[in-house]
């Protein structure tokens, strides 16, 4: 005799309870749109390409139309010309290289903000 037991609900009713989940398909991050930023910046540096000679150019930092002032710096081309006259027994003659304008590498400035630009080095190194 089982009359003190409810009758369990049958299968069917407990399935419909079941909160069939509501189609969330609304995506979330999905990446799409035209967000992509056209308008970048000209890289800051080393990407100038710049000479050994003043440039007529646009500053990226202040964006005003300048001349670039150039100043020679000892750059890697001049040290290793320096390494090589001690190599070969001229180590007096080593600090030459750091003299020579022409061997120096050629930092360029904006002259409006006095922010570096690049640098124009010797002999690609
Ligand atoms: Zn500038």
């Known amino acids: ?6 009758p369990p609900p049958s299968y069917n009713e407990s399935v419909k309870g079941c909160p069939n989940p509501p189609s969330r398909r609304n995506s979330y991050g999905a990446p799409s ?4 930023a056209l308008s970048q910046l000209p890289a800051s540096s080393s990407k100038l390409n710049l000479g050994e000679d003043p440039v007529h ?11 670039s002032v150039t100043s020679p710096e000892i750059g890697c081309f001049a040290y290793a010309l320096s390494a090589s006259l001690c190599l070969i027994g001229c180590w007096p003659c080593a600090f030459l290289p750091c003299c020579i ?3 120096l590498d050629v930092t360029h400035t904006c002259p409006k903000c006095k ?6 080095k ?3 190194l």
């Not at 749109?33 to 992509?36: A, D, I, T, W």
Request: hydrophobic letters at 30%.
């Open 1 to 6: 005799m089982a009359q003190g037991c409810p």
């Open 33 to 36: 749109g035209p967000s992509r």
């Open 57 to 67: 150019m646009t500053c990226p930092y202040c964006h005003q139309v300048i001349v």
């Open 101 to 103: 304008s022409d061997l």
């Open 115 to 120: 922010r570096f630009l690049d640098t124009f």
């Open 122 to 124: 010797r002999g690609g």
